[in-house]
């Protein structure tokens, strides 16, 4: 079997994914205390007496909290409920003091709603079953003790959004493109950092296989993913696991699962729970979330421009392909810098195919972000003028742009004059050159007269180089055509 899982079958079998995703909201208070919500303090130095759970203790809601999951829920064209229902979650672990989660369960304040991205050009959905706000549990500490465990409730409170999936996936590359896209939209509207090394966003997949037409099959949930690349090792390990064991005639049992990076595996941490597991009731501290309309439609009228409707207007205004635009609203910086170059050679698809080759991959390479970037919007765009007035030709562009980014000159024009690389614009001196090259080639031209394409390809290769690439190769084309009638 293949290393990753991009088809829609596999050895025969169809693989069925679903998501949730913890998201950590921005907000600086906790989602029922006024603890701060800040990374890496002491242990136990933010956390109040509703985050120990001490008697009397009652919650109070954050309104910042709820805010964000107004601002998330229009941001996939979800329903929000006017009123939505906060629940206990029993079950017991060490760092959940209470020995319950404040969660939402019957009622959730994001009901439905969808997530676009393209993948191989290819556009996907995925439906959104769910958002629900909840409180985080603690961590426990096992690396500074030997033979026990200590507890930190800094992060016990922490406000969540937990966002579920359908099982709409039908192959790990399609799980790793929607869970980048959700992590596009939720850091492009400030609701959270995206921070997956420090948990703020953290990802669980439900992975099952089954027969085309087959019901769905039974499934394994892989938790607190973390990073993209992780994500795809997992589910390709867990979907090869699941394929082995129904072909060895064993029944996949349901089950949470924990995916160990440094052996490319995942195991089984405990038997997977159901709904009824938990004993879901409300919460008598608090009373029912309440929204009004006009908040949610002051939200709508206040919130930027999201990534989708932005896309939507590069196709439309610009005249890019959906690809274009889909790759240029990855992220605000990345769309500002490219409406930037846009704006000022007044060349969109130069400047889209500039940004998202060259730019990023020199980006890339070097690990460095649009804002980091040592060639400026107005350098690209300054460079894609002279390539679309015929001053240099692509070729010599690249140079340029080396140059820009290596510091070796700041301004376009002067390093097009210092490094000879002006298109060569005198017809008579590119005619000399084509002579030259037909005459030297004779075998290629018969070929060309044949109706040898490569051949015709080769001869403009060779007057290129002979003109030292500052011919303008439209022209050299057209003038090698005359020639050759």
């Not at 939720?186 to 669980?204: A, K, L, Y």
Request: with cysteine; aromatic share 8%.
């Amino acid at each position: 079997m293949s290393k990753t899982t991009k088809s829609l079958l596999v050895q025969g079998y169809e693989v069925v994914i679903g998501f949730e995703t913890h998201t950590q909201l921005t907000t600086k208070s906790k989602i029922f205390s006024r603890a701060s919500t800040a990374f890496g303090a002491e242990p136990n130095t933010q956390a109040s007496a509703v985050d120990f759970a001490l008697p009397g203790a009652l919650p109070v809601m954050n309104k910042g909290a709820v805010q964000r999951a107004i601002e998330f829920g229009l941001a996939v064209n979800a329903h929000i409920a006017e009123k939505s229902i906060f629940a206990r979650k029993n079950y017991f672990y060490p760092d959940l003091p209470k020995g319950y989660q404040i969660s939402q369960f019957e009622i959730p304040v994001v009901q439905g709603g969808v997530v676009e991205f393209f993948l191989e050009g290819e556009k996907k959905s995925v439906r959104l079953v769910r958002a629900h706000l909840e409180e985080d549990a603690g961590k426990s500490l096992h690396e500074d003790f030997i033979g026990m465990s200590g507890i930190d409730l800094n992060r016990a409170g922490t406000p969540l959004l937990e966002i579920v999936t359908e099982p709409d996936m039908r192959s790990t590359a399609e799980a790793v493109a929607y869970a980048k896209e959700l992590h596009k939209i939720v850091t492009w509207i400030g609701i959270c950092d995206g921070n997956m090394q420090e948990g703020s966003f953290r990802c669980d997949a439900n992975v099952s296989v089954r027969k085309p037409g087959e019901p769905l099959g039974t499934r394994r949930e892989i938790k607190n993913l973390n990073s993209f690349k992780f994500m795809q090792q997992a589910m390709d390990y867990e979907v090869r696991w699941q394929i082995e064991q129904i072909e060895d005639g064993h029944e996949i049992q349901q089950a949470t699962v924990l995916f160990d990076p440094d052996t490319g595996e995942t195991r089984s941490m405990r038997s997977k729970e159901d709904a009824a597991d938990y004993r879901y009731f409300p919460d008598p501290d608090l009373p029912p979330l309440v929204i009004a309309r006009d908040w949610v439609e002051r939200t709508r009228a206040e919130m930027s421009e999201l990534p989708r409707v932005m896309a939507a207007r590069f196709v439309a205004d610009y005249g890019l392909p959906e690809y274009d635009a889909g790759q240029l609203t990855q992220s605000k910086a990345v769309a500002a810098y490219f409406e930037a170059v846009a704006a000022v050679s007044k060349q969109p698809k130069l400047a889209s195919n500039w940004v998202m080759g060259e730019l990023s991959r020199r980006l890339n390479t070097e690990e460095k972000s649009i804002d980091a970037s040592s060639v400026s919007a107005g350098q690209l765009a300054s460079l894609i003028g002279r390539i679309a007035d015929g001053t240099i030709s692509n070729n010599a562009a690249r140079q340029v742009f080396d140059a820009l980014w290596t510091g070796e000159g700041e301004d376009v024009d002067a390093l097009i004059a210092a490094k000879g690389l002006k298109s060569m614009s005198d017809t008579g001196e590119l005619e000399k050159i084509i002579d030259e090259v037909l005459a030297a080639n004779a075998k290629n031209v018969e070929e060309v007269r044949a109706g040898n394409a490569k051949a015709f390809n080769a001869l403009v290769g060779q007057a290129m180089k002979a003109s030292k690439g500052k011919a303008n190769p439209a022209q050299v084309n057209e003038l090698l055509k005359q020639k050759l009638a």
